[in-house]
């Protein structure tokens, strides 16, 4: 690492504003001999010495993802709705303690709640009422005694500046100061602010978040070496289970694995549709229904060989990995059409039986190998790049796809032809 910025706090008006209290911290890191897992796991041991602070790892764009679908920075989001902050946080602190043996799961963290000293201004109403006052114009009074009211601009040169009119800083510190400062009433005159309304110190969270009018507590957890999908179904499961929820209080859980969720149904209605135009296409080539299910064959050799080297390597069927899968539909559908289409040339030849199937497999053997062997080598580069920043859609799909042709080249020219046979020995 040569490179460490820091940015601390966003705007208001930013889509992604936070508070002063919190700090992003860009590192651009070059990986040598260690996987990205590797590196984020020895940077969680060196900062969890840190007391006092939830820290997220991740990338840029994968935050603002995950912010924009959950609103936290992290993989999956865990909201607790209900009345009383403090009884939020109660939750929220035993959701996190029962979540965090969860294997996979890591930067487990509960929002902070911080108490900070606030001066709490309560109007009495009947003593407004005997002077004729109500409490919005008490209030407006207040407003802008010590929070400011703008009623104005300075230029200077290009530049301009709000002019604001509010009590002197030593006022607005001093709680006895703002006990003894003067509110004007309707008839004119004016009493301290003491007579009007009480006024005392008080601590509250530094933070009240809200969403659906309800406020709300998160509890955010990112995920490391298994699929969003088996960790949140894991969290459901151990908060049912081992979190009392009162009455009148509910848990929701949001983050990327809603968008993965949706994502998935998706691609598997495409992959029906897929299926089912592949068959019509077939069906019209051949104009034969079982000549189309003999090449249709070749989708599930495909599939053993993705599905086994997703196995042993990462073990996480992905959206990238099912991306895969739908495309080689596409590549093991050609393979099947090169041998059927010749075997059916072959029969209007005259050609029968063994030696049919042995001549046209013999005459697409190197097609069918030169294509899977061509389209190996242009994915193996993007295969090797699993752990590398950039790469997590197309090293996924690559590794899927390269499963699969080695199974549905291998199988492709023992069961079709096998098939084949079997299917047209009554012709």
Do not use: W
């Not at 200077?156 to 400062?181: C, H, M, P």
């Amino acid at each position: 690492m040569d490179v460490v910025t820091r940015r601390t706090g966003r705007a208001e008006l930013d889509e992604h504003a936070q508070g002063v209290n919190a700090a992003e911290i860009d590192v651009p890191f070059t990986l040598e001999d260690k996987s990205k897992e590797e590196f984020f796991e020895e940077v969680r041991k060196k900062l969890s010495i840190v007391p006092g602070v939830n820290i997220t790892l991740g990338q840029p764009i994968a935050h603002r993802i995950d912010h924009m679908l959950s609103g936290t920075r992290a993989n999956i989001a865990i909201k607790i709705f209900g009345p009383d902050l403090q009884q939020l946080y109660e939750i929220g602190k035993n959701v996190e303690e029962n979540i965090t043996p969860i294997d996979g799961l890591a930067d487990v963290a509960v929002d902070q709640q911080i108490e900070v000293p606030q001066i709490k201004i309560s109007p009495k109403r009947q003593i407004l009422s005997a002077y004729g006052m109500t409490v919005g114009q008490l209030m407006e009074q207040v407003d802008i005694a010590f929070a400011g009211h703008e009623v104005g601009e300075i230029y200077e040169g290009q530049k301009y500046f709000d002019l604001v009119v509010r009590y002197k800083e030593d006022v607005r510190n001093s709680i006895e100061k703002i006990r003894t400062a003067l509110i004007g009433l309707p008839n004119g005159s004016q009493v301290p602010l003491e007579q009007l309304a009480s006024v005392s110190s008080v601590s509250s969270p530094n933070t009240i978040s809200r969403e659906d009018v309800q406020r709300k507590i998160v509890v955010a957890a990112n995920v490391q070496g298994r699929d969003l999908r088996s960790a949140v179904e894991e969290i459901q499961v151990t908060v049912n289970s081992s979190v009392t929820i009162p009455e009148g209080y509910r848990v929701q859980y949001s983050g990327q694995f809603e968008s993965e969720s949706r994502a998935s149904q998706m691609l598997l209605i495409t992959a029906i549709i897929a299926i089912f135009v592949i068959f019509l296409l077939l069906y019209f080539e051949f104009n034969n229904v079982k000549l189309a299910f003999v090449v249709l064959i070749n989708l599930p050799l495909a599939l053993i060989g993705g599905i086994l080297i997703v196995y042993f390597t990462s073990g996480i069927v992905s959206i990238a990995s099912t991306i895969g899968f739908i495309s080689l539909f596409g590549i093991a559908t050609r393979n099947g059409i090169l041998l059927v289409s010749r075997y059916e040339d072959l029969r209007k030849e005259g050609l029968r039986g063994y030696e049919l199937i042995k001549s046209g497999a013999l005459d697409r053997l190197n097609p069918i190998l030169m294509t899977a062997f061509t389209t190996g080598l242009a994915l193996i580069p993007l295969a090797l790049k699993g752990g590398e920043p950039g790469s997590e859609i197309q090293s996924p799909m690559a590794v899927v796809i390269l499963g699969g042709l080695l199974s549905a080249t291998v199988l492709n020219l023992v069961v079709i032809p096998c098939v084949y046979e079997l299917v047209t020995r009554e012709d």
